[in-house]
């Protein structure tokens, strides 16, 4: 019996090794893990972790009112009481740079997943029936990929209205057909592989193969492209902000603000500095987390 127990413990602490060997991760798992361990990784991780609970958390952060007009305040530098100064209304900077960061991650996330689904689908689609299908869904896409993102994005404002959820429908459909063109690329390398052929042997239906098998086996390029895409929303959203078409005064905006500042850029330059500082950081970040998922899924 107590050879019997002391050759029985070696077995349960090679399965618990085996259990938690790297061959054993997902490739998704093994991707994450590799991004964590890029600086380019890290770095995007923590702003887009900062500034999205900086938005989340913006009611209890920020200390002020970011409408709050302070009488006698207007165009303060920074100091002791508002540490990135106040507008030429007496707005604390601070308080409206925090609750932009709110309207920023709205359209970013708003825009990035409808027109992720709606292209994914759509691409999903095109690949997989091929013929006919495919080319009306990709012609489609010719059709909006003739017209530049912010164009196309002006366009859509101009009849619908400016206004937050505007902004947003508008960037999605922009969005769309980059994604189905992955997509639709990706389908098309998966759809003839044996275990969809398999599948197909088994009897399984068309939507049941191209969402259970096809689908999960095109994730790669598209976490890149949903990294990319909430860069390019951020940038895009504050550039219609600034023309007048995006998210209206008196609700904070980053693009707005810088808007705002143009005539106090020599009087006070800080105006101009936080929402451009904000922008950039936010926009740098979520492009070096795109380029650390891309290495890490492509090492």
Partial sequence: MAATRALSVPEKTEDASAASAPGLQSPLQRAAIRVLHNPM??????????LGAMAIFAPLIAPYDPLAQHAGSELLPPSAQFWL???????????????GARVSFIVAVAATSV?????????????????????VVMRACDVLFAFPAILLGIGLITVLGPSLYSTA??????????????????????????????????????????????????????????????GFSVLAEAGLSFIGLGVQPPAPSWGNMLSESQRFVDTAPWLALWPGLAIALLVLGLNFLADAIRDSLAP
């Avoid at 990784?41 to 900062?50: P, R």
């Avoid at 191209?210 to 492209?225: D, F, G, M, S, W």
Wanted: neutral net charge; charged residues 10%; contains cysteine.
């Fill in 85 to 99: 100064g106040t507008d030429q209304f007496g707005r604390d900077e601070l308080s409206r740079i925090i609750y």
């Fill in 169 to 230: 429908l508008a960037l999605a459909i922009s969005q769309a057909p980059y994604y189905a063109r992955v997509m639709r690329g990706s389908v098309l390398t998966v759809r003839d592989q044996e275990f969809v052929v398999a599948a197909h042997s088994f009897g399984a239906g068309g939507a049941w193969i191209a969402l259970r098998h096809i689908l999960p086996n095109c994730t790669t390029a598209l976490l890149v492209q949903l990294s990319l895409s909430l």
């Fill in 115 to 135: 027109g992720a689904i709606t292209g994914v689908l759509a691409g999903l689609l095109a690949g997989y029936a091929r013929g006919g299908v495919d080319s």
């Fill in 41 to 50: 990784g890290v770095f995007g991780t923590v702003v887009l972790a900062v």
